[in-house]
């Protein structure tokens, strides 16, 4: 993709994202905001809502050493689906108005000890332009038909065994991520000549459960491809997903358990997974290529 024509010496990009207690994310952010700059041209960093760091804040004064005359910030949430997250927390950490009224603390006087009271308050003087998140743009369906052939590519059973398809996401208070699950979903089964379906980790339904009991029992399947539509590994792809699919030792099963991040509890949905077929799950997005892409056509729309 070329950018030449929108190369700007001020004008600067933080690459937001929600931050891990976990390594992986931080290592896979690190290889988008390298492919970021090399293929894109523009100076950037990324900003960590919480738990890592670069702060959103502390990416800002690492962009105001690196760009000379920095005189715009283009805020990027590298998120698939808008929530609270990217309607009302990031916002107040750019020094912005919130989008909509937090339902969490709707008259907007959070606890002393919540990250958005503890943030550090931004300090830059020119413009900050925070754009939507990613949404379910088409090439996202060719990442997950990569994702899908790398799984099956290391399947233990024949070509022609019975295969379904389960697209997994977080779920939201909000509604939308059901919204961006539902359309990225009515998109895939157009193309999928597979037995398909999607399922929520928590807060909303169908859960993962549902959805795979279900698929199961309409297609008599005997293998199952699980796609978890996140950016990069952390807590959930690697421990909560993988415990909602059994993957886990039986001694850490129970039917419900829960996992604090500060501003709320996870509760996850352990009803059985009904099937003894074989499961692939692969890796989430990753810093692949086509993600790449999206994000530098994303600001070449703003810009």
Do not use: W
């Not at 927390?89 to 009224?101: M, R, T």
């Not at 997950?144 to 019975?162: C, Q, V």
Request: with cysteine; aromatic share 6%.
């Amino acid at each position: 993709m070329d950018t030449n024509s929108k190369l700007s010496n001020d004008t600067a990009v933080i690459l937001v994202s929600h931050g891990s207690t976990l390594p992986y994310a931080e290592e896979v952010f690190t290889e988008i905001k390298e492919k970021f700059v090399d293929k894109s041209g523009f100076a950037a960093e990324i900003g960590y809502m919480k738990v890592s760091e670069p702060t959103i804040a502390g990416a800002v004064e690492i962009l105001k050493e690196e760009v000379d005359d920095l005189k715009r910030i283009v805020a990027l949430p590298v998120f698939l689906a808008p929530g609270i997250h990217t309607r009302i927390d990031i916002p107040q950490l750019l020094g912005l108005e919130p989008l909509e009224v937090d339902p969490r603390c709707p008259d907007g006087n959070y606890p002393d000890e919540h990250y958005l009271s503890v943030a550090d308050d931004v300090d830059f003087d020119g413009d900050i332009e925070l754009l939507d998140s990613i949404g379910p743009r088409d090439e996202l369906l060719d990442i997950i038909d990569k994702r899908i052939s790398e799984a099956l590519s290391e399947s233990e059973l024949d070509d022609d065994a019975k295969t379904g398809i389960l697209l997994v996401t977080h779920g939201s208070r909000l509604n939308y991520n059901k919204e961006f699950a539902t359309a990225l979903y009515d998109k895939f089964e157009k193309t999928c000549d597979l037995p398909s379906s999607f399922g929520f980790m928590e807060l909303c339904g169908p859960s993962i459960p549902e959805s795979i009991n279900k698929l199961v029992d309409e297609n008599d399947l005997e293998r199952l491809v699980v796609v978890p539509v996140f950016i990069a590994p952390g807590m959930h792809t690697t421990h909560d997903i993988p415990h909602i699919l059994g993957f886990l030792e039986e001694h850490e099963h129970s039917h419900s358990h829960s996992h604090g991040h500060g501003d709320h509890d996870h509760v996850h949905d352990l009803t059985p997974v009904e099937f003894d077929g074989e499961i692939l799950y692969p890796e989430p997005i990753m810093a692949d290529d086509i993600l790449i892409d999206i994000l530098i056509s994303m600001l070449n729309e703003k810009l």
